[in-house]
């Protein structure tokens, strides 16, 4: 079992920037590949970000790309999500989540690939 617990989350303006951290527990994070999610209400969840084991490859969803960066610190079992240039669309609930699959290459935007996911945080962007 993983137990993920992200945190970060807040009201900002449009052009500003934050900090999203996952915190997982429960199994070696290094052997995890980590997913960000994105849900708003109404909407299916849809894939933000997603970095591998190592930290060596990363994966963007186009809307966000050039402007959010995903990193982790396996020594300290802490991914993170820095979103820059925030918009009022990118405002949503963002989930952090583990998937056990080594060097999976299929998949990799599809939520049923992340067998473990946090509670979310609230991201809220002003116009």
């Known amino acids: 079992q993983v137990q993920l617990v992200e945190s970060g989350g807040g009201l900002v303006q449009a052009g500003d920037s934050l900090r999203l951290s996952c915190a997982a527990s429960?199994?070696?994070?290094?052997?995890?590949?980590m997913g960000w999610f994105r849900q708003t209400p109404g909407k299916e969840r849809e894939f933000v970000a997603r970095?591998?084991?190592?930290?060596?490859?990363?994966n963007y969803a186009d809307s966000v790309k050039g402007r959010f960066t995903v990193s982790r610190d396996n020594a300290k079992n802490t991914v993170y999500l820095q979103m820059n240039s925030l918009k009022p669309e990118d405002t949503a609930v963002y989930y952090c989540?583990?998937?056990?699959?080594?060097?999976?290459?299929?998949?990799?935007?599809?939520?049923?690939?992340?067998?473990?996911w946090g509670q979310g945080t609230q991201v809220t962007v002003s116009s």
């Open positions: 970095i591998s084991g190592s930290g060596g490859s990363t």
């Open positions: 429960g199994r070696t994070f290094s052997s995890l590949s």
């Open positions: 989540a583990a998937d056990p699959v080594p060097l999976r290459v299929l998949g990799i935007m599809t939520q049923s690939s992340y067998h473990y």
